[in-house]
Nanobody
């Protein structure tokens, strides 16, 4: 049984930082492209960052480029999301996601993504 367990969400002030972690189990982590999808109230889910299974190349949506950093530790089956210079519009539920040998273009169509965590709330106060 595949599980993705997120941690690290919470409250930050605008301009502040948070770091999310996601630990996976029940899958061969090194063969999965990992990422984060967020959903703000009243908005559709958005694939915002990803890191490739093959070469750890990364994808960042324009809305977070230069402020968010994704990384992975295959030895720990864990993916991280460092969020800096947070803005009120970053406030959302953040879901850790995994796609077997996934590519970023495919993961942008979020219903296609194989596995999802339960989500963690990120709140940014202005």
């Amino acid at each position: 049984q595949v599980q993705l367990v997120e941690s690290g969400g919470g409250l930050a002030q605008a301009g502040g930082s948070l770091k999310l972690s996601c630990t996976a189990s029940g899958l061969t982590f090194s063969t999965y492209t990992m990422g984060w999808v967020r959903q703000a109230p009243g908005k559709e889910r958005e694939f915002v960052v990803g890191i490739s299974w093959s070469d750890s190349s990364t994808y960042y949506a324009d809305s977070v480029k230069g402020r968010f950093t994704i990384s992975r530790d295959n030895a720990k089956n864990t993916v991280y999301l460092q969020m800096d210079s947070l803005k009120p519009e970053d406030m959302a539920i953040y879901y850790c996601v995994a796609e077997y040998r996934g590519n970023f273009q495919n993961m942008m169509v979020t219903p296609r993504i194989d596995y999802w965590g339960q989500g963690t709330q990120v709140t940014v106060s202005s």
